[in-house]
């Protein structure tokens, strides 16, 4: 199986900055794109960022010159650098990774989600 493990989110003041973790973990091939969502109250679950194995990116229109993802494939963990929040910014942020198992076809995974508030 394959687990994936985030960390880093919490409660910020508007301006502030976080920044969110997610291993990948188990029996894993390969790992290809990954990326982050976002889900707030009420709201669909939407793409925030997405990074693809040779490092090439793309963002979501209102997070872009705020928010840097990266990654490190040696340690198949993706990163989302999150600056100059805003409140609009609050929700759920969950990772996402396209993870090739050995002699398997290549699955989506999710990770738990994690919690990013930002305060007024």
């Known amino acids: 199986q394959v687990q994936l493990v985030e960390s880093g989110g919490g409660l910020v003041q508007a301006g502030g900055s976080l920044r969110l973790s997610c291993a990948a973990s188990?029996?894993?091939?390969?790992?290809?794109?990954m990326g982050w969502f976002r889900q707030a109250p009420g709201k669909q679950r939407e793409l925030v960022a997405i990074i693809t194995s040779g490092g090439g990116t793309n963002y979501q229109d209102s997070v872009k010159g705020r928010f840097t993802i990266s990654r490190d494939n040696a340690k198949n963990t993706v990163y989302l650098q999150m600056n100059s929040l805003k409140p609009e910014d609050t929700a759920v942020y969950y990772c996402?990774?396209?993870?090739?198992?050995?002699?398997?076809?290549?699955?989506?995974?999710w990770g738990q989600g994690t919690q990013v508030t930002v305060s007024s």
């Open positions: 188990g029996s894993i091939f390969s790992v290809n794109a």
């Open positions: 996402n990774a396209n993870v090739g198992r050995p002699y398997l076809p290549v699955e989506v995974y």
